[in-house]
């Protein structure tokens, strides 16, 4: 028997014999939303991990139609433990069949799931599920920021994984999508990113600076300038060694080449100036109109810069001003003063308040992935009392951002996302498909549990 035809009749033998998998979906306990990032492990520690849909294509066949214990872990979501500790459960899988875990939240906000990478709905299409979702080719995504343009929604990210090598783009890709991308403030959530590529349709960076290193852009905005004109604008720095910036400039986006152009330089590392001026344009940036009527545009979180908001301003250093940030924030349980990594502050018209969602530094149970609520009179301050909204065990969850072009300032609900990612941690284990990628969560601002942290 020719050894083509034997391989052939094997493989379709394969075929018939393949077990359909069992779909296990995990839900919010209070109110029914799929949960996003759930691990299930069994006693011979095989890991499945829940997609955007909450779902699972458990395809173990050695446990089909046996009794089978899985092991249930969420960061923010739990089941109870039984007598010896244990969090998780038994059920029998069956090749076709469907199992429905509900989970209790533990934490504030409410996850939505990943908003970049690969298989954000994958376990679901095993399935036979989201069949028209398409991928956008990026499996990974650091630091994300976002700038409204033209009548779009501009997005920007810092180092980037590709599939064909462990290297990707290391100087910036950029993507649009519409202004308002979601179909539902909450799961199962995926984003359509029309990325800058190259002529081979793969996403690509947008900035060159000269000599090696990284190029990472931050306080990305459009500004107007005296004409009215809209400018995409953003701070540029050169990652030269050991993660530390060799120099620092502005740069505008480009329509005609998909690229930024270089404005200015307005540091370089040097022996009479080791280090970057302060302040610069950075962070995450936000207007507002002072009670003069006069429009300012203030950088990072907490805000620790101003100018005027308007191109020739934020070009203009003679024109930049300092603001002293607040080091540190008091608790609402009174556990004790807190110190931002990273925060993001916006306008929140349903609490007539303004917003910060904060990362803190040196956290439990994580070093870097608590992330805490507070409200404040003015980008400024003064800010009351800080409430915990999430959690991440042994997982860091950085450079956190409200996205607040996601919803209307008059909405009570809120969406922050970070970088979900083992960098910081000892924990060697990553997740599948989410690790190094932005994270989505959603708050409700009338949510009881918040009102520690609101002062009226």
């Given at each position: ?42 006693t011979n520690d095989e890991s499945f991990v829940t997609d955007n849909a909450g779902v699972v294509a458990f395809d173990a066949p050695e446990f089909m139609g046996r009794e089978t214990w899985l092991t249930v872990h969420s960061h923010g979501y739990e089941l109870n433990k039984d ?253 004790g003063d807190i110190a931002p990594s990273s925060a993001s502050i916006a306008w929140s018209g349903y609490r007539k308040k303004w917003v910060m969602i904060l990362q803190q530094k040196f956290g439990k149970p994580s070093v870097f992935g608590e992330v805490w609520y507070l409200e404040g009179d003015s980008p400024e301050g003064p800010w009351g009392p800080a409430v915990k909204v999430a959690t991440h065990e042994n997982y860091t ?60």
């Open positions: 028997m020719p050894l083509k035809f034997v391989l052939s009749l094997a493989a379709l033998v394969s075929a018939s014999h393949a077990l359909e998998p069992c779909k296990i979906e995990v839900v919010d306990k209070s109110n029914g939303w799929p949960v996003p990032l759930v691990q299930l492990t069994t007598g010896f500790g244990n969090r998780g459960l038994r059920f029998t899988p069956k090749p076709g069949g469907t199992f429905k875990i509900e989970i209790e939240r533990k934490q504030i906000a409410k996850r939505l799931g990943r908003l970049t990478g690969g298989g954000i709905f994958a376990e679901s299409q095993k399935l036979g599920g989201f069949p028209k979702w398409k991928e956008s080719g990026v499996l990974g995504s650091d630091t994300v920021q976002t700038a409204t343009y033209k009548g779009k929604l501009m997005w920007l990210w810092g180092d980037t994984n590709l599939p064909a090598y462990p290297l990707g783009i290391f100087n910036t890709p950029v993507a649009s999508s519409a202004l308002k991308p979601l179909a539902a403030l909450k799961p199962p959530t995926g984003i359509v990113y029309d990325y800058v590529t190259n002529d081979k349709g793969i996403p690509r960076g947008t900035i060159e600076v000269e000599g090696p290193g990284p190029v990472w852009l931050s306080g990305f905005i459009s500004l107007p300038d005296k004409e009215g004109k809209e400018h995409l604008v953003a701070t540029w720095s050169k990652i030269a060694d050991m993660m530390k910036a060799s120099s620092f400039g502005l740069a505008e986006w480009n329509d005609a080449t998909q690229k930024f152009d270089i404005v200015s330089t307005f540091w370089k590392r040097s022996d009479a100036e080791p280090n970057p001026p302060k302040p610069y344009p950075d962070g995450h940036p936000v207007l507002w109109k002072d009670e003069k009527g006069k429009t300012w545009v203030y950088f990072n979180g907490p805000a620790n810069f101003k100018c005027p908001a308007t191109y020739e301003a934020w070009k203009d250093r003679a024109q930049w001003q300092a603001i002293e940030p607040v080091k540190s924030f008091k608790t609402a349980d009174g556990s969850f950085y450079n956190v951002q409200i996205d607040w072009q996601l919803t209307s300032p008059d909405e009570p609900v809120l969406i922050f996302e970070g970088t979900y990612t083992t960098s910081f941690t000892d924990n060697k284990i990553k997740t599948p498909r989410y690790d190094y990628n932005q994270m989505a969560y959603r708050l409700d601002l009338d949510d009881p549990a918040l009102k520690p942290a609101q002062k009226n």
